[in-house]
Nanobody
């Protein structure tokens, strides 16, 4: 079993920055993917940014150039630096840990990010 704990989020004005952190604990395997998905009110949960244990990153087109994902494999922690935030970035951001050997994913509880115009 894996536990996923998020921190960060909050309220910021458009153009501002926020940083999200997510730590995974428990039965952590070396081959995994961690990252962030987001869900706006009434919408579906979509990928924002993910990073593999080898450092390969994937970003949604809407966040490219503004968000940066990074990770610390020793701490099993992933970070999402969000710059130049827009009101349309407002959503609940969910951290996901995915075991790429067993193809099982675990979710965090979600962090609210609100960007005011």
């Amino acid at each position: 079993q894996v536990q996923v704990l998020e921190s960060g989020g909050g309220l910021v004005q458009a153009g501002g920055s926020l940083r999200l952190s997510c730590a995974a604990s428990g039965r952590i395997l070396s081959i995994n993917t961690m990252g962030w998905y987001r869900q706006a009110s009434g919408g579906r949960r979509d990928l924002a940014a993910i990073i593999t244990s080898s450092g390969t990153t994937t970003y949604a087109d809407s966040v490219k150039g503004r968000f940066t994902i990074s990770r610390d494999n020793v701490k099993n922690t992933v970070y999402l630096q969000m710059n130049s935030l827009k009101p349309e970035d407002t959503a609940v951001y969910y951290c996901n840990y995915r075991d790429e050997t067993k193809l099982i994913g675990y979710w965090g509880q979600g962090s609210q990010v609100t960007v005011s115009s």
